[in-house]
């Protein structure tokens, strides 16, 4: 997917510190946080819900998507497979959550340097007993609603701005309001702007800039009536629109617990060049549907 032109920084950071030598990371790395929107690429799975779902454990990969450059990347460390069993280059992480805080998280295996397989073993059994401390049920996930980050609407022309639009729509797969839907709304925005080093430099020495920025609006509805549950802005960031930089951001996935009755949101931002680029998943605050919809409706038993 493409947007538009942003900082440098996130890519060429996550490049340098791929560049490593082993002996400079040799302590164990930080667990990723989903509040930084300048973080490597995050893949995001659940990993499962405590009883009362007040807490949730999530299984979040580093990543860096594409190599810089025509070589291919690293080969994958001895042991790095994923959740379906297929090799990957980067770190894994678990981390626990109450409501949208980050409370808990254990390194699995490292991502700038190979953590041995027996290590990586006693990193998880140490994980999943914390876990278990913790009340969260691996067997209780709940379902994914992930969108296709492939559909786009535009761009349109709104004066100097250029604008995209992107829109999911899911049902409540269960849960005591099934069939309400889950819409989220994402509006990205270039705007070419000029800009100067400092404040005091010469307007002749301001140089064009793209700027974009994103909003992103979650609502549920049923039947005639729309309840807002979010919303939230990212960005700006801006580039050299000579570069060949982009960035965009948008609804990624939503997590709804096995009851039915919490969703937490994720959204997504894109930024990088096409050859490098990094997404990081950002968690929104979890939406207690009951609080927004009211109570849950009754269902009359079948006649007999």
Request: charged share 25%; glycine share 8%.
């Amino acid at each position: 997917m493409t947007g538009l032109p942003c900082s440098k920084t996130g890519a060429l950071l996550a490049t340098v510190l791929l560049a490593l030598a082993p002996e400079a990371a040799r302590a164990e790395e930080k667990v990723p946080n989903l509040a930084d929107e300048k973080a490597n690429t995050q893949e995001v799975q659940i990993l499962g819900w405590s009883a009362d779902e007040k807490r949730f454990a999530l299984r979040v990969y580093d990543l860096t998507e594409r190599w810089f450059g025509d070589s291919a990347p690293p080969p994958a460390c001895k042991g790095y497979v994923d959740h379906k069993g297929e090799k990957f280059v980067g770190g894994l992480s678990f981390v626990l959550y109450e409501g949208g805080k980050q409370v808990g998280g254990w390194r699995i295996q490292d991502a700038k340097k190979c953590t041995p397989p027996e290590t990586a073993r006693e990193r998880l059994a140490k994980a999943k007993a914390a876990l278990a401390e913790k009340g969260i049920d691996l067997t209780a996930t709940g379902a994914t609603l992930a969108a296709d980050l492939s559909l786009r609407a535009g761009p349109q022309k709104k004066g100097k701005d250029t604008e995209y639009r992107l829109t999911s729509t899911f049902p409540l797969p269960h849960g005591p309001w099934a069939g309400t839907k889950f819409e989220a709304d994402a509006v990205v925005v270039e705007e070419d702007v000029m800009v100067k080093d400092s404040p005091d430099a010469p307007d002749s020495e301001a140089m064009p800039t793209v700027r974009g920025r994103a909003k992103v609006q979650l609502r549920l509805v049923s039947g005639k009536r729309s309840v807002a549950v979010g919303d939230l802005k990212l960005g700006p960031d801006e580039a050299d629109p000579g570069m060949s930089w982009v960035w965009t951001a948008g609804f990624d996935r939503a997590l709804l617990s096995p009851s039915g009755k919490v969703l937490v949101p994720l959204v997504f931002v894109r930024h990088g060049d096409m050859r490098l680029f990094d997404t990081p998943r950002i968690l929104m605050a979890p939406v207690d549907l009951a609080d927004k919809l009211g109570p849950a409706p009754t269902v009359s038993a079948p006649a007999r």
